[in-house]
């Protein structure tokens, strides 16, 4: 009796296929998960050239008999649902019968797999979906998968794989996502024969975390769990201080399946409004577990999109979940680590302080603002004006005969700097009195190791000091930075950040040096007028003062005839 079955029409045209693969990570994903399907405790996945030469995942799951190994390459096959309804009491991540077809559509695959009660195992070879050979083996229980020469047979799709790196990061972050979601399965990672990353098995999501994403991440996270009615939800979310420069620990889990849901990361971000910084973004690591008949899988064939049958429920309860936990986490009270009680402070405490430091600030910006006075600059559109003074201690605003012009102080500090570096023939270099050691996640470390020897000819003095970690010895001296560590943390992240946004008009050398400058300026700086008159002197000498190295304007004129039609005062 087999366990694979051919789904009847009636069923599978009412199921949302059209499972393409585009790329390895694709590849990877629906192996991965047939391996957790077939409950599998140990999962390997290698892969060669970033997966276009091999990609391989073994399993000790269940395995497959003969009949059940044939049927499986056919299309509509699976073992998984019998009828349209069942998709409505899932309990495996596949369910369509697609995956091993389309894959050995466009490759040369090899499936070996031995059930528990087998003394011998089968091997199947399909070549661009044709069946070459069915032969008896020796194995173990569980299955092993190889694609081979992936798109060999369609090179249209072949040209329009990015580079070798950007292909191994989307493999990488494809098994970190059900590494994490998965701690009870040990994973091995191994990418040209270099192990990326294992895990052993455990039962704990806080020690499978501190393997994929760090400790240092980790142990600052807030752990967040709400039980009710049908849904369960738990998981971690950083603290603002310990927000981030991007979305990639971003992580969200409906019944264990990666999902990307706009409600679910609008929850997050209502819940930090008002409190996160400009650039930052919360992280989060967050399953939701739900009645199955609550859900609708079926909306898009790689399964990451789903509905809620009540989206406006999941959104508040998310929502005030976040917000509860943060509010309970800023509210507690403080004690300092000596064993004895020195201080305590509440929030109310900490607004006074914060309003009376506000206060004092901005009798300093009065001072300041009549220090001395600005010299002109027309280079910049600066002549016959007014220094008016900062606005959230980020926009220099000036009045001109035109009428407002605006600075973006820290777009404009971004452009100096970028320009100094970029003509600095001899980089000089500031050693560190004690080397940082920065654990990375393994997606990130396999983003940034191609550039790792291009970073120590500018200045950097880095290594490779572990298995995902760097070490910094030393930093370009052209950046006057206080806190070193904060620097190197906003740096890598900024660098993952333009490597991963694939700006292929953008050399390597421009893309450190735009994140080390954009690291390098810290925000909310208040600027005496001294300061005020070096930014605009050395950002009218840049050849192109006008944008920041990101393309961002770090200059923008408001013609008073404008600002009179907004006040419907002109017509």
Do not use: W
């Amino acid at each position: 009796m087999t366990k694979i079955k051919i789904l009847p029409p009636e069923v599978y045209t009412r199921i949302a296929a059209g499972e393409v693969v585009e790329r390895p990570s694709n590849v990877v994903k629906e192996l991965v998960e047939n391996s957790i399907d077939a409950n599998a405790t140990e999962i390997t996945i290698e892969i060669v050239s970033s997966g276009r030469k091999l990609i391989r995942v073994a399993d000790n799951g269940c395995g497959m008999t003969k009949d059940d190994l044939l049927l499986s390459v056919k299309p509509h096959a699976t073992s998984k649902i019998e009828k349209f309804e069942d998709i409505y009491s899932l309990t495996t991540l596949g369910f369509r019968g697609e995956a091993l077809a389309s894959i050995s559509n466009v490759s040369k695959l090899t499936i070996i797999s031995k059930t528990e009660e087998q003394p011998l195992g089968y091997q199947i070879v399909v070549h661009g979906g044709e069946i070459i050979s069915v032969k008896e083996c020796s194995c173990n229980k569980g299955t092993i998968v190889e694609v081979k020469d992936l798109f060999y047979n369609t090179p249209a799709r072949l040209k329009f794989l990015k580079s070798d790196y950007t292909e191994k990061v989307h493999v990488t972050r494809t098994v970190e996502e059900y590494a994490i979601a998965y701690p009870e399965i040990s994973f091995k990672f191994y990418s040209d024969n270099e192990l990326v990353f294992s895990t052993e098995a455990t039962t704990k999501l806080v020690s499978r975390l501190k393997d994929i994403i760090k400790k240092d991440i980790v142990k600052d996270m807030l752990y967040i769990a709400h039980t009710e009615d049908n849904i369960c939800i738990y998981g971690f979310i950083t603290p603002i201080e310990f927000t981030q420069v991007n979305k990639s620990l971003q992580m969200f889990y409906v019944n264990k399946r990666p999902v990307t849901l706009r409600i679910l990361s609008q929850a997050l971000y209502d819940a930090y409004r008002d409190s996160l910084p400009t650039g930052r973004h919360p992280g989060a690591v967050i399953f939701i577990n739900i009645s199955s008949d609550l859900i609708d899988v079926n909306v898009h064939p790689t399964k990451r999109v789903i509905k809620f049958k009540d989206e406006d429920y999941v959104y508040e309860t998310l929502k005030n979940l976040f917000k509860k936990t943060l509010k309970e986490y800023y509210t507690k009270t403080y004690k300092i680590e000596t064993g004895q009680p020195i201080q305590t402070l509440t929030i109310t405490q900490k607004e006074k302080q914060l309003t009376e430091t506000k206060v004092e600030q901005k009798q300093t910006e009065l001072e300041l603002r009549y220090e001395q006075p600005i010299l002109n600059y027309e280079k910049l559109g600066l002549q016959n004006f007014v220094y008016l003074g900062q606005l959230h201690r980020t926009y220099l605003l000036f009045e001109t005969q035109e009428g407002l012009l605006l600075i973006d102080q820290h777009a404009a500090s971004e452009r100096i700097l970028f320009e100094k570096f970029m003509k600095s023939k001899n980089v000089q270099i500031q050693k560190l009195l004690i080397p940082l050691n920065i654990e990375l996640k393994p997606s990130d470390f396999e983003s940034i190791k191609p550039y790792i020897d291009l970073l120590n000819t500018l200045g950097f003095e880095v290594t490779i000091s572990g298995k995902s970690s760097i070490g910094f010895a030393s930093i370009p001296s052209l950046f006057n930075i206080q806190d070193v560590k904060d620097f190197i943390l906003r740096f890598i992240e900024n660098l993952m950040e333009d490597i991963k946004n694939e700006i292929n008009n953008v050399t390597p050398k421009e893309k450190i040096i735009r994140s080390a400058c954009r690291a390098a300026i810290k925000a909310n700086e208040l600027l005496a007028i001294s300061e005020v008159n070096a930014l605009i002197s050395d950002l009218s000498n840049c050849e192109q003062p006008f944008f920041c190295p990101h393309g961002r304007p770090t200059i923008i004129k408001l013609e008073l005839e404008k600002i009179e039609k907004l006040f419907s005062r002109r017509k």
